[in-house]
Nanobody, 115 residues
């Protein structure tokens, strides 16, 4: 099993920045991709960004150029650096790990972009 704990969410003004963290524990060797997803009120959960074990990244078109996903293997942590935040980025952000047994989700962290 894999455990994921997100942190770093909060309230930020439009144009501001936040860095989300996803601390990973458990059977880390079974993970091949970790991603960030988000779900806004009344909307479906959507992909934000993913990073593979090899470091390959993939981004949703809506956040390209503003968000960066990265990983620190020594700390077993995946980050999502979010810059130039917009009100439409407001959502609960979830960390997801794809393992040999399937997907595992964290509990989510709220990001609110508002003046």
């Amino acid at each position: 099993q894999v455990q994921l704990v997100e942190s770093g969410g909060g309230l930020v003004q439009p144009g501001g920045s936040l860095r989300l963290s996803c601390a990973v524990s458990g059977s880390i060797g079974t993970i091949y991709t970790i991603g960030w997803y988000r779900q806004a009120p009344g909307k479906q959960r959507e992909l934000v960004a993913t990073i593979t074990n090899g470091g390959n990244t993939n981004y949703a078109d809506s956040i390209k150029g503003r968000f960066t996903i990265s990983r620190d293997n020594a700390k077993n942590t995946v980050y999502l650096q979010m810059n130039s935040l917009k009100p439409e980025d407001t959502a609960v952000y979830y960390c997801n790990a794809q393992t040999i047994w399937g997907g595992q989700w964290g509990q989510g962290t709220q990001v609110t972009v508002s003046s």
